[in-house]
């Protein structure tokens, strides 16, 4: 079964041109951006492969004909997982 990230793996590096949001709690907020480029401008931590201290790696949101990758801070993570 194929997962997002293989998906994203076949992309390469248009990858960085895909839409993103990134999640964050502190204050609350989703940021919307673009491009996955755009947004590591301002937060440069974001790997849509792996998790980092920051943030997880990219979750799938959208439709299938529109992916969007999403990021979430580890607190948003914990309170949307429970």
């Not at 992309?11 to 673009?34: I, T, Y």
Request: hydrophobic share 40%; proline share 7%; glycine share 2%.
């Amino acid at each position: 079964m194929r997962t997002f990230t293989d998906d994203l793996k076949d992309l390469g590096a248009a990858v960085e041109d895909m839409p993103c949001k990134v999640v964050v709690s502190c204050p609350p907020r989703c940021h919307s951006f673009a491009t996955l480029r755009e947004a590591k401008r301002v937060f440069p931590s974001l790997d849509p492969f792996h998790n980092t201290k920051d943030f997880t790696w990219a979750m799938r949101e959208g439709t299938d004909e529109e992916p969007v990758m999403r990021f979430e801070d580890w607190k948003a993570n914990d309170l949307f997982s429970i």
